[in-house]
């Protein structure tokens, strides 16, 4: 009965799994179908990210430009006061 359990259901199974890739509907075209899709993705998703990256050192930068406004207002209204 061990030998069974340990044996025969595995094969068993490792059988019906054959027979399913065996049957899968995919050829070398199909597959190069998808790679491309999935790739194209990939590349959208980089581009998007970049874009991203892009936006946020834009507005780092920004943000540094009117801290220095504000700098060189704050010596301004200090040379007032001098």
Avoid: S
């Amino acid at each position: 009965m061990l030998m069974f359990v340990y044996g025969g259901v595995p094969a068993l199974l490792m059988g019906i799994g054959a027979l399913f890739i065996r049957n899968f509907p995919i050829t070398r075209e199909a597959h190069a179908e998808v790679r491309a899709k999935l790739d194209a993705r990939d590349k959208e998703q980089e581009m998007i990210e970049a874009a991203q990256v892009h936006m946020h050192a834009c507005l780092l930068i920004k943000m540094a430009c009117l801290l220095l406004k504000m700098a060189c207002l704050l010596l301004k209204i200090a040379c007032l006061f001098t």
